[in-house]
Antibody, heavy 118, light 112 residues
Framework: QVRLVQWGAGLLKPSETLSLTCAVY????????WSWVRQSPGKGLQWIGD???????NYNPSLKSRVSISVDTSKNHFSLRLSSVTAADTAVYYC????????????WGQGTLVTVSS | QSVLTQSPSVSGAPGQRVTISCTGS?????????VHWYQQLPGTAPKLLIY???NRPSGVPDRFSGSKSGTSASLAITGLQAEDEADYYC????????????FGGGTKLTVL
């Protein structure tokens, strides 16, 4: 059974860079995409982007200019960086495992609330 | 504004059947891409409920079923139980500038 555990700073000031990491336990990196999804307070889900074992990435066009997702296979970790944050980036951020064929999310991390406030 | 459209809320009494709809367009559901459904209980991460339009992951009760037709999909829940009260999201793939993965805005299910 795959388990995802995520962590990172929960309070940022405007213009700072959001940084979150997700550790993968009980599974392999191969054959999946490793994704980030966010949920603004009281709102729906928004896909941010993902990375595969080879380091190939896909990003949501609306965030592409500010997002970077990377993978460290030696540590079974993958990470999210979102630059120049504003209050609109306040959300719960989830890491997730995405199937490469069906594009659905099998497993999810516990979520990290990131608040952007001056 | 979500790419996939869901009704904001639906309700039903215990034991009843409810359906949640998800409407897309020719660049996502109508293009033949699969629809997936997630259940999100209050304060928790989403959980995969239905994948590939009709398939249930291990452990999901057969009270939950999915279907797809044209540019729309539906999630049906039969024998409604109090623990089914949650938010439900549909998700698909989109081949336009919307992005690779798109979600519906979510439907809040209230068990009366």
């Amino acid at each position: 059974q795959v388990r995802l555990v995520q962590w990172g700073a929960g309070l940022l000031k405007p213009s700072e860079t959001l940084s979150l990491t997700c550790a993968v336990y009980g599974g392999s990196f191969s054959g999946h995409y490793w994704s980030w999804v966010r949920q603004s307070p009281g709102k729906g889900l928004q896909w941010i982007g993902d990375v595969n074992l080879g380091g190939n990435t896909n990003y949501n066009p609306s965030l592409k200019s500010r997002v970077s997702i990377s993978v460290d296979t030696s540590k079974n970790h993958f990470s999210l960086r979102l630059s120049s944050v504003t209050a609109a980036d306040t959300a719960v951020y989830y890491c997730a495992v995405k199937d490469t064929v069906g594009y659905y999310f099998h497993y999810w991390g516990q979520g990290t609330l990131v608040t952007v406030s001056s | 504004q979500s790419v996939l459209t869901q009704s904001p809320s639906v309700s039903g009494a215990p034991g009843q059947r409810v359906t949640i709809s998800c409407t897309g367009s020719s660049s996502n559901i109508g293009a033949g891409y699969d629809v997936h459904w997630y259940q999100q209980l209050p304060g928790t991460a989403p959980k995969l409920l239905i994948y590939g339009n009709t398939n249930r992951p291990s452990g999901v009760p057969d009270r939950f079923s999915g279907s797809k037709s044209g540019t729309s999909a539906s999630l049906a829940i039969t024998g409604l139980q109090a623990e089914d009260e949650a938010d439900y999201y549909c998700q698909s793939y989109d081949n336009s500038l919307s992005g690779h993965v798109v979600f519906g805005g979510g439907t809040k299910l209230t068990v009366l």
